[in-house]
Structures are given as C-alpha cells and as structure tokens.
C-alpha cells in the first residue's frame, strides 16, 4: 500500500512539474515573440557607427563594425597576449577518479549485491577530493591548483564610437583557442607546449598526478589585421554606451549581438527562428516528463478499474492511455500560454486538446467490440 501511494504521488508531482514548466515555457516564447516584434517597429538601423547622436540617447538602435580595444590582453605570468575583447586561462589536473560499479548474484536462494571501486586517471578541471575514495591511501590527489582559472575582459571595447557595455561584451562568446608559442616567461616557470597546452609536467607525453596543463581562449578578435565583425541591437545610452533595452508593458529586456554583417530584419528573423526552436525542444521536454508522469499512474491504475472513466482509458493499452493523456496537457498548457495573447489559437488548441482523449476513447470501444 506505501508503494501504492508513494507511486501516486511521484507521478503526480512529475505531471503537475512538466505542467508547470509547460506554461513557463509558453509564457517565455510569447514575451520573447513580443518583443522582438517590438524591436523590428522601433529599431533606428544607423547609417555610420563613428558618430554618436544624442536624439537616439534612450532609443534602440542597430549598428555593424568591427570590435576595437585599447590595449591587448596579457597574462603576464606566461606571456601570453592577444588583441581581443576577453581572454580566459583554463585550468586542467591530472588526477585520480574513483568508479563505484555494484554487481548482482544469486547466492543461496538471494540476490546479493557486491560493490567495487575502479580507478582511472584523467584530466579534471575541478578539484577530485581522493579523502573520500575506497582507497585513499593509494589514490591520492593534490588538494590545490598550483595555477588557477582566471578570465581577462578589456577595459574599454569599442564599435566605431559606440561603447559596448559588461553585458554586451557576455554575448562575446565565440571562444577559440590561442595559439600558443615558447617565450621568456615560460622557460623561466619551466614549463612545455605540446598540443597547443601549457605543461608542468617531467613528460606530457606520461603524465602524473599531479600535472597540470593550461590552455587559453579568447572570444572577440580586435586585431586591427583581422577584426571581429558584429551586428548589435541596443539601446543608447548618454555617451554612446550601448545598453539593454527594456519594454515596461512586457518587463523584458532586449539586447542582440550576432556575428558578422546583419541587418535588423535579419537578426530578429534569426531570433525568431531561435525562440520557435528553444520552444519546441522544451515542450517536446516538457511532454516527455508528463508521459513518464502518466505511465506510472496508469501502471498503478490497474488496481483502480472500477472507475468507468479510467476503466475505459486503461482498456486500450498503459502505452496508449499514457500518450494520450500527455499530450492533452501539453495541449491545454500550450493553450493557457497563448489565451490572453493569441485567444483564437488558445481555442484551437483546447479543442485539439480532447481529440487524444476522444481517439483513445474509440480505440478502447474498438477493442472490446472485437473481443
């Protein structure tokens, strides 16, 4: 009877969870719709990024250029330098990882579970804390980083005359990897580059526990040879500081940086394409977790057929009863989502919402027609 209700009650909470994500996830792709449809009436594409106008101060506007900065980024630990917006220092140990595998056999008429430890050394950006293992007086770890993860951002990133704000130069965020060279810096902290890696290690080739490698990254190219190009859409602030946009009836805010030449009509249309495809991937999510939901209360409802309703979903099949009730509450959240903006599609929907319901329905009275 505990196993009864504690299955009851999981896959009710699973269903009224992917319920809940279902009409956050609608709520999401209408405001993120609405304000792109937004931005596409008021956007001022402007003609030069080398001269700021301050009628547009407070406006959203879209520009193109390539990325500037003032100085180049350097680690000077290691000597490494590069002409770009950010740059980030990545940080890998060489350490032991513990594996608990459990097997089971028949011993004596039981089932017995044994549990053993396998351990495989790799390459681990975070910390393995080996107190822990099994066996930790053979496994053991260093409890620190000699070097540690570190991100560089450039003091003041340019297009034209616009300044970029700290959450534009975020949305820089096409990493790629420096190529790294031997300098002064590196033969004197004794290290070795293999790989394009950054070794303190006897052999790289072998390494121990204990070794660690580094590599770096940079998003954001404002070498003045080969620049970044970009495309923004902001709002403009006092001084040509490009700032996110935000729509007080909607409460959200805008703020798009693409790479490469676009227009506005582009961008959005890249944006929307964006949103539709975020927002099916979540409903597809969303109904799976209401189908597991549903498998297991229809699993646990063949002990509840005395009730004609379900009695006549259960009688097609657990698989079938399953599939159609989820996707009659995908359908109705969808709906919910779209009610007060899209009420015609709402009713559509609520409508396509018993059709699972109505053909499963007829199926079971198929199915007992037959016997």
Not at 39 to 59: Q, R, W
Not at 185 to 204: C, K, L, Q, W
Request: charged share 20%; hydrophobic share 40%.
């Amino acid at each position: 009877m505990c196993n009864f209700a504690f299955g009851c009650i999981c896959g009710a909470l699973l269903v009224c969870a992917a319920a809940i994500f279902l009409l956050w996830n609608e709520g999401r792709a209408v405001r993120r719709a609405q304000i792109l449809d937004e931005a596409l009436s008021l956007c001022h594409p402007l003609a030069s990024n080398e001269v700021v106008f301050d009628t547009h101060n407070g406006h959203l506007v879209h520009l193109t250029g390539s990325l500037t900065t003032t100085e180049p980024l350097i680690d000077v630990q290691f000597g490494v330098s590069i002409w770009s917006a950010r740059l980030r220092r990545t940080v890998e140990m060489y350490q032991w990882v513990e594996e608990r595998r459990t097997t089971e056999h028949e011993e004596d008429g039981e089932t017995r579970s044994v549990v053993t430890y396998h351990y495989t050394r790799e390459w681990r950006k975070e910390l393995v804390d080996s107190r822990f293992f099994d066996e930790q007086w053979l496994h053991k770890n260093p409890s620190t980083f000699p070097v540690g993860y570190k991100e560089w951002r450039a003091p003041q990133t340019t297009v034209g005359s616009f300044h970029l704000s700290p959450a534009l130069i975020e949305l820089l965020s096409d990493w790629k990897p420096v190529q790294l060279s031997v300098n002064q810096e590196m033969e004197r902290e004794g290290v070795d580059i293999y790989n394009n890696f950054i070794y303190y290690s006897r052999n790289p080739w072998s390494p121990d526990v204990g070794d660690v490698r580094i590599r770096y990254d940079y998003a954001g190219l404002s070498d003045a040879a080969n620049p970044s190009h970009v495309s923004i859409i902001a709002c403009q602030s006092p001084g040509g500081e490009l700032t996110a946009y935000f729509s007080p009836d909607m409460g959200e805010e805008l703020l798009l940086l693409h790479y490469g030449i676009e227009s506005h009509e582009e961008m959005l249309s890249k944006e929307h394409t964006s949103n539709m495809i975020t927002t099916w991937v979540y409903r597809g999510i969303g109904w799976c977790g209401s189908f597991v939901g549903f498998l297991i209360i229809t699993n646990i409802g063949r002990f509840l057929e005395d009730f004609p309703v379900l009695r006549e979903i259960l009688n097609c099949g657990l698989l079938m009863a399953s599939l159609s009730l989820a996707s009659s509450v995908t359908l109705v959240s969808i709906a919910i989502g779209w009610l007060r903006h899209r009420p015609l599609i709402a009713i559509a929907l609520f409508s396509a919402a018993a059709v699972p319901y109505m053909v499963t329905k007829q199926r079971a009275g198929n199915l007992r027609s037959n016997q």
